[in-house]
């Protein structure tokens, strides 16, 4: 099993990032906000995983 990364911190752009995409959840009606929470988090998770695999693909590349 690969290890993951744990990041020490964030970057200002990531803090920038997330104030952004919270500004935008208040701005989607509350009834549609779970949804849109599913869908930004499923989106991230498909992000964070592309990245992990190019890490790993390049790692084993010879």
Do not use: N, W
């Not at 599913?38 to 695999?53: C, H, M, P, Q």
Request: proline share 2%.
């Amino acid at each position: 099993m690969a290890a993951v990364k744990k990041l020490e911190g964030y970057t200002e752009e990531q803090i920038s990032s997330a104030k952004r995409l919270i500004d935008i959840l208040m701005g989607v009606p509350e009834e549609k906000q779970t949804l849109f929470t599913a869908i930004t988090t499923a989106y991230i998770d498909g992000v964070e995983t592309g990245a992990r695999l190019k890490e790993e693909m390049e790692g084993a590349a010879v």
